[in-house]
C-alpha cells in the first residue's frame, strides 16, 4: 500500500475511496455524492486527481490481495491504522470525517463495512463525533 505525505490532499482523498469500498464495491449513488460535495474541491484536488486515487487505492488492494477483489476490502488492521494516521490536522481530520459519512450513507444504507470504517475514524480521531 502506498504512502502519502501526512496531511495531504491524496493521504484525505484515500480515506473516502476507503469508505467507497468498504462493502466490497461503490455505486453510482456514492459517486454522485462525492460530486454533489464538491469533495475533490474540498480536501485540495481536481476531480482526475481524486479519480486517480481511487484508482490507486483499488489497484493497491489488489495487489495486497493477490489479484482477487474477494475479500481485498478486509485491510488489516494496522494498515487501516497507518493510513489513518496519515491525516493528522483536526480540521482536516473533521472533514474527512463528514465527507465520508455523507458518502457512506449516500446510497440509504451502512454497510458493516462502512460503519466499520466509520467507527475506526472516530475511534482514531477521538474529537471527530
Do not use: K
Request: one cysteine or more.
Amino acid at each position: 500500500m502506498r504512502s502519502y505525505p501526512v496531511n495531504s490532499p491524496e493521504a484525505a482523498a484515500r480515506l473516502l475511496a476507503m469508505v467507497l469500498v468498504a462493502d466490497g464495491r461503490y455505486s453510482m449513488t456514492e459517486i454522485r455524492a462525492l460530486d454533489r460535495l464538491d469533495a475533490p474541491t474540498q480536501l485540495g484536488l481536481s476531480p482526475a486527481a481524486m479519480q486517480s486515487v481511487i484508482n490507486d487505492f483499488c489497484t493497491d488492494l489488489l495487489a495486497d490481495a493477490g489479484g482477487q477483489w474477494t475479500d481485498s476490502t478486509r485491510l488489516a488492521e494496522a494498515t487501516r491504522q497507518r493510513l489513518i494516521g496519515e491525516v493528522q490536522d483536526p480540521a482536516l481530520q473533521e472533514r474527512v470525517w463528514h465527507l465520508c459519512e455523507a458518502i457512506a450513507q449516500a446510497d440509504g444504507h451502512l454497510a458493516d463495512g462502512e460503519v466499520d470504517m466509520l467507527d475506526a475514524l472516530a475511534f482514531s480521531w477521538r474529537q471527530v463525533r
